[in-house]
């Protein structure tokens, strides 16, 4: 397998196929519209998207949206290519959106996750969340709880 070179960048307007892509292949994760992203794109909330290299060309192997919420970082959707989870991805796009959450001195990084998502509440254990709330059927298409994790980056 060759390894090629991944960039984390911003989130543009040419990124929005290729999120919902992989948003297609991650039920897992809130379902939005392109119209949502694009409004990630053109600056209302953050967003990240990891990028592989193939020479000058790259396609799109994961992505990260959140917002600054008065001093705190909110994480909204996230998701990493199925066939690419597990290879730190997830954990480069993490890392980059709490580096702009120190940016605007964020107190904690905040998210909600399904409760029944193990493998996503192993990675959020392993990057330092802790569960500090429960909505009671908060998912839809299954139903489903969220749990609310939070991070302090103070």
């Known amino acids: 397998m060759t390894i090629r070179p991944i960039e984390i960048r911003l989130i543009g307007l040419p990124d929005v196929e290729a999120i919902l892509s992989i948003q297609a292949v991650s039920p897992e994760i809130a379902q939005w519209t392109p119209g949502d ?3 990630v794109a053109r600056g209302e909330m953050a967003g990240w998207v990891a990028e592989e290299m193939e020479g000058i060309e790259g396609f799109l192997v994961g992505f990260l949206i959140g917002r600054q919420v008065l001093k705190d970082l909110e994480i909204l959707n996230f998701a990493v290519r199925p066939d690419r989870r597990r290879e730190g991805l997830g954990r480069k796009l993490l890392e980059k959106a709490l580096e702009w959450g120190r ?3 964020a107190e904690n990084a ?4 399904r ?13 330092g969340f802790v569960a500090v709330g429960r909505r009671k059927g908060y998912y839809r298409a299954p139903v489903d709880d969220a749990l609310v994790l939070s991070r302090r980056l103070v």
């Open 37 to 39: 992203y694009g409004r």
């Open 103 to 105: 940016s605007f001195e």
């Open 110 to 113: 905040l998210l909600e996750v």
């Open 115 to 127: 409760a029944s998502n193990l493998a996503a509440l192993n990675f959020y254990d392993q990057q």
